[in-house]
């Protein structure tokens, strides 16, 4: 309503013909000129507040693509019952954790979770070294040499790796690797976070079987998935952080050296970090 003289001539008719007993009637307010409303804000006043909108009409959720997603967005897997009876054990001696392993290896040979990586694959590489060992190395994924001979860390950035583990005077049969996939992606692609997921109790559970005191993981992919970081290693580096009762260290993967070779010098300068926590001082 914009004119109220109408109603109120009216009211005042009723009230000289002799009705007294008029309902109380709140006349709203004319709203503000717009020029006056401009006008008001210009001199500060405070403009009218409106609610924020809880949806956008025609709005759309946008799905991420498998390579988008985050460590901590994909989809956890119920445990495999096999895997599970194998968390639920104690292992002491080294022939129980061979054991351990050679079963949980099984295991990882029949999986077909993740469709691309079992119909590509042309074996799983689940793991290898010292079943009891205090170190344990984890890489991100398993690439030709080693979709080939069932072993990772076989290829040119494995070589590198020796050399790196001959440096600190350490031999390569005292240390357990693995890594976060136990199939090749197509093309050497990064690992997705589903696939990550798909094969993260394999992970869990050689973790839990050889039970080793330090982790050094071995690039991003490694680092994040293990630990569900979101930042890359090069904010990682240079420090232990934690994983259940082990301290893991994280440095940059083999293959990034072989493409940027100033690298190495960090990587050397994480070593040696690394191993003067074992009471071992490269110089």
Known sequence: ?????????????????????????????????????????????APPTRQPSLSKPGSQTRLMSPD??????????????????????TFHTAEQKAEGLSRLAESVAACKRCTELAETR???VFGVGNADADIMFIGEAPGADEDRQGEPFVGAAGKLM????????????EIYICNILRCRPPGNRNPHPQ???NCREFLDGQIRI????????????????????????????GQFLQHGEAKVMCTYHPSYLLRNASAKKLVWEDMKFFMNDLGIDLG
């Open 68 to 89: 988008r997603l985050t460590p901590n967005s994909a989809q956890q897997p119920d445990v495999m019952e096999t895997t599970r009876s194998l968390l639920e054990q």
């Open 122 to 124: 042309r074996q799983t």
């Open 1 to 45: 309503m914009t004119d109220s003289r109408p109603l109120r001539q009216f009211l005042d008719l009723m009230a000289s013909s002799g009705i007294s007993h008029l309902p109380k009637v709140t006349l709203p307010k004319p709203a503000a000129a717009p020029g006056k409303l401009l006008a008001n804000r210009l001199k500060g006043a």
């Open 162 to 173: 020796d050399k790196i583990i001959a440096a600190c005077g350490l031999k390569r049969e």
């Open 195 to 197: 696939e990550a997921a």
């Open 210 to 237: 050889v039970a080793p005191k330090h982790i050094i993981c071995w690039g991003t992919v490694a680092a994040q998935n293990l630990l569900g970081e979101t930042r890359p290693v090069g904010r990682l580096r």
